[in-house]
């Protein structure tokens, strides 16, 4: 298995504009978390999806945030409008069945200007 | 979620034993112990856990004191290649209301120096 795949790698765009991120998390995984890290905040739990499902999503920032799993095998996390302090790197995880470990994706660098 | 804390930062020699210690002193009947560590500009990487019996894979050992309100990772011979942020974690059971969640501290950074 290639692990949890995260696209894109680096993003820069502009303050204002939608971006998308996306994860394909490891075949046969049940669990999918979204993570943002920064310098000053560390690694933050953004949401966890079970099944395809939304459990927790407290640890979205704003209602700028969205994220979807539509099927099993995909999610994207997208930001609507993008400010700079919304410049992180985003890391997305999965999990199998109980008490098994996370899988980390390589990240996806934003940086909003 | 049980809290965790520790140590800001540690350095080790390298090929020796370094020993990174954890407080979860208000640990759960059914929260598990996880290790963690980020390599720089990587995604973190999975290292051991456990729930109240010490725990051996190729990588560490981990051990869990009897009362379960503190443990200590140990990397037997580390490498220059051992530098990194190690995060102690407390995740409920998944079967429970938390779905095994995850939820990062500032870790230890750890430093192997020749």
């Known amino acids: 298995d290639a692990g949890v795949i995260q696209s894109p790698r680096h993003e820069v765009t502009e303050m204002g504009q939608e971006v998308t991120l996306r994860c394909k998390p490891i075949?046969?995984?049940?669990?999918l978390f979204w993570y943002r890290q920064t310098m000053m905040r560390g690694l933050e739990l953004l949401i966890y999806?079970?099944?395809?499902?939304?459990?927790?999503d407290s640890g979205m920032p704003e209602d700028r945030f969205s994220a979807k799993m539509p099927n099993a095998s995909f999610s994207t996390l997208k930001i609507q409008p993008s400010e700079p302090r919304d410049s992180a790197v985003y890391f997305c995880?999965?999990?199998?069945?109980?008490?098994?470990?996370?899988?980390f994706g390589q990240g996806t660098r934003l940086t909003v200007v | 979620d049980a809290k965790t804390t520790q140590p800001t930062s540690m350095d080790c020699a390298e090929g020796r034993a370094a020993n990174l210690p954890c407080n979860h002193s208000?640990?759960?009947?059914?929260?598990?112990v996880y290790w963690y560590r980020q390599i720089h500009s990587q995604g973190p990487q999975y290292i051991i856990h456990?729930?109240?019996n010490n725990e051996t894979n190729e990588m560490a050992s981990l051990i869990i004191t009897e009362d379960r309100k503190s443990s200590t990772l140990i990397l037997p011979h580390a490498t220059l290649r051992d530098t990194a942020v190690y995060y102690c974690?407390?995740?409920?059971?998944?079967?429970?209301?938390?779905?095994?969640?995850?939820?990062f501290g500032q870790g230890t950074i750890l430093t192997v120096h020749p």
């Open positions: 974690i407390v995740s409920p059971n998944a079967g429970g209301t938390s779905y095994g969640k995850l939820t």
């Open positions: 075949s046969g995984h049940n669990s």
């Open positions: 456990g729930l109240k």
């Open positions: 208000t640990i759960s009947g059914n929260e598990y």
């Open positions: 995880a999965s999990k199998g069945q109980l008490n098994t470990e996370a899988f």
């Open positions: 999806f079970n099944n395809n499902v939304p459990i927790d």
